[in-house]
């Protein structure tokens, strides 16, 4: 179907209702706005959708919920025990989010799938751990993680609490893709399949179960010294403000204050540009609670609480934002001394991605702990917990991306704020118990291993021609096979689209073991950067690091650095 024919069928036909067809009879003399809106559709990659809420399939909204629901119980119905294992469902603070969480429950239910529901906002790590604990055949998230506003989204996991797998992807998109016209799709009625038993409303003991199993992974002596920490906390309007707060008291963390303006759950984050932990914005209302209780630390959660963000006091009483390897590392450490301490490290491995610092190699180098790289998304980590933890015997303790997303344990596997900021202040508790902040314990660890700093851009290619643009910014560099800047001594490139490894010193060809990838990624002698575009945004995301003498002088090397590729990036834009 044309652009015109699309328009003209989603805003006079009776299938969709009245505020569908109204939004878009207010564009009918705007043909650039009705171009966006049907030029082309959200397309499910990474195991999900993210889009602008409004009408047209170059947006979410109830239908396009309803289409993806729609394929992704076919799928379903084609596994074994599929429908009788059945779905479950969560919902995070944005706009709409019950809404289209009912969408896809009744979509499911009608198809004859079994459909759990959550009973209130969940966050990512509770839908996660509520797949493996109902033993469902997979689950799904009404979520726009950190976006702005405007967004929602739609995730998908699979029987075991991971998002869902490449080969299950790929099935779904093939199914709906089949699917032009949205008006054959069957509307099934939520509260009759509510009313009927086909669809179930979970009560609290999933949360508790949940809070019950997280619990034990903080170290056992952490409440005999917990009540000397100060802490702020914001859930940034978002689903952690049922379980950070609750998950810290029962740990005896008695000084904690929470942001009053940011603690009520809104997708409008009226107080916040953007709900993003890494934005500086976001801690404005927490550092100004923090200077007036003298707080040593300040936690934040994004909307759907897999997002963690630390701020931490210097000796200047000023409040220091940490980035997603800091906080990864600091986590890591952690983890490593108190399962050191218990005997607890034998077969033990972590994961992180080939974007995250490699501070972390060097680490469990030193504990003798096994370590993977995986490709960016928790999806692959979750990948590497099934293969070796399920299937072998080995046992996984930590894994994370440096966006700010970490997970301790197996219980889940998706990124898990809340476990995250149990096991940051536990971690901040222990240092100020031994007369030392998060950020001398930082200040150590680099001592230990080496002074790694890591920073990214991202490069904005907004409207229809900003995939295409990435596709000639993607294809050039892969092209030109790591001799593309001339101004920085590149020793090695790897092309993870086709699976290859260029020694630019001695001039050979190795293959990469991960899955094929659109990602570039260029060493140098004292550090790397890496390229690729956002599976989510219009964007090409950059990310850089360097390994110095000291963090400032990582830190200057860096700016050159963004510099130099930025400037050759823009070139080709």
Sequence with gaps: MTVEDLFAQWSTNGYFDKETREELQKDTDYPDRIRDRFYTELKFGTAGIRGVMGAGINRIN????RRLSFGIAKLLLRKEGGAQKGVVIGYDSRNNSLEFAKEAAAMFAGEGIKVYLHNELSPVPVLSFSIRKLNCAAGVMITASHNSKEYNGYKAYGCDGAQMSLEDSLEVTNEIENIVNYTILPIYDYEELQRTGKITVLDDSIKEAYLNTIIKL???????????????YTPVHGTGSKYVPEILKRLGFTNLYVVPEQMEPNGDFPTVSIPNPEDKGVYSLAIELA???????????????????????????EYILLNGNQ???????????????????????????????????????AYNVNYTDVLTGFKFIGEQIMQREENGNETFIFGFEESYGYLAGSYARDKDAVASCMLIASAAAHFKANGQTLLEGLQEIYEKYGYYYETQISISLKGETGLEKMGVIMNTLRAEKGNNFTQQHIIEFKDFETSKRYDLINNTVTDILLPSSDVLYYTLDDGWFCIRPSGTEPKIKVYFANKAESISTAKKNLVLLQQNVKSKIMELV
């Design 62 to 65: 109830k239908y396009v919920v």
């Design 218 to 232: 903080a170290d056992s002596d952490v409440t005999s010294y917990s009540d000397k920490l100060k802490l702020v």
């Design 291 to 317: 200077k007036k209780v003298g707080a040593n630390l300040i936690l934040a959660t994004d909307p759907d609480a897999d997002r963690t963000g630390v701020a931490v006091r210097n000796s200047e009483g």
């Design 327 to 365: 906080i990864g590392v600091l986590l890591l450490n952690h983890i490593l001394e108190t399962k050191k301490q218990q005997n607890l490290l034998d077969k033990s491995f972590v994961v992180s991605t080939v974007v995250s610092t490699r501070m972390t190699e060097e680490m469990c180098k």
